[in-house]
């Protein structure tokens, strides 16, 4: 991979002073992709891998300063064993191979969600990424792998009952310690989910409560950073109220 660009986007906040966006993303249809073309559901994977590439490279020229993939929810151990283990083992590479490109590129990476039932390998390769990035500032990458909303809402909340302040900002910070982030769990602006279907399948849901939703048909080793640009710009043209009304209307 090159090194991530800075670009002229509209969208970018460098030099505006706006807000940098949370940006989560279902990337659904490695799998229907593959089927397509005739391949195993693991060239579907790959190539699932590649639109990482160009949402990360992406990500920092177009405003975004937290990007969330759904990688591996804590469902997908229902699916076959051999594609399991296919996807922590390209997990496992993409992390050796890029560590050291998201460290020069400015990017710090975490995984969020369990980790006591991942291969030991896996944890090894993670803690390595996580330590090799953690002085990145131009853009918070998370993978969210093992990962479920519920759960982690579940544990923030037994979490609680020993805690001294009840607020949301409290529990924003035990949600993600339970999720492994380190940090309070950061709202989301804009939720992406490819591949025409739409829900949310329990991915960020107490972050999201007010995201904006995004929907798009294609499939995930289709999407590019055009298809990016468009889920934002139809995010800047919608106007988000948070349950107030317009101040005019009020008026």
């Known amino acids: 991979m090159n090194p991530i660009r800075t670009t002229n986007s509209p969208f970018s906040a460098t ?3 706006a807000r940098l966006l949370h940006v989560a993303v279902i990337p659904d249809g490695n799998g229907r992709w593959a089927a397509a073309r ?9 190539a699932g891998v590649e639109a990482v590439h160009r949402m990360v490279e992406a990500a920092p020229g177009l405003g975004i300063g937290t990007l969330s993939l ?21 997990l496992d590479r993409f992390l050796e191979n890029q560590a050291g490109y998201f460290q020069q590129a400015g990017v710090r990476l975490n995984v969020i969600g369990r980790r006591d039932r991942l291969p030991p390998e896996l944890r090894r ?3 390595i990424a996580e330590k090799l990035t953690a002085a990145g500032h131009r853009l918070h990458l998370r993978l969210a792998v ?10 923030a909340a037994c979490r609680m009952i020993s805690s001294l302040e009840i607020s949301r900002r409290e529990f924003a910070r ?7 982030s380190g940090e ?21 849901l107490w972050e999201s409560a007010y995201a ?18 468009t889920a934002l710009e139809e995010f800047h043209r919608r106007e988000r109220r948070f349950g107030r009304i317009p101040e005019a209307v009020a008026g």
């Not at 005739?38 to 790959?46: E, K, S, V, W």
């Not at 294609?218 to 640009?229: A, G, M």
């Open 146 to 155: 093992d990962y479920s909303a519920q759960d982690a809402i579940l544990r």
């Open 212 to 229: 904006e939703l995004f929907f798009s048909p294609k499939l995930w080793p289709e999407f590019q950073t055009s298809d990016l640009r």
């Open 15 to 17: 030099d505006s002073g």
């Open 70 to 90: 759904y990688v591996f929810s804590a469902d997908n151990w229902e699916r076959p064993r051999a594609e399991v283990s296919g996807l922590f083992g390209l």
């Open 184 to 204: 309070p769990s950061p709202d989301v602006d804009l939720l992406i989910r490819t591949g025409g279907e739409q829900r949310l399948s329990d991915f960020l």
């Open 38 to 46: 005739g391949l195993p559901r693991t060239a579907g994977h790959q």
């Open 174 to 180: 035990v949600l993600g310690q339970a999720s492994f």
């Open 125 to 127: 390769a993670v803690g």
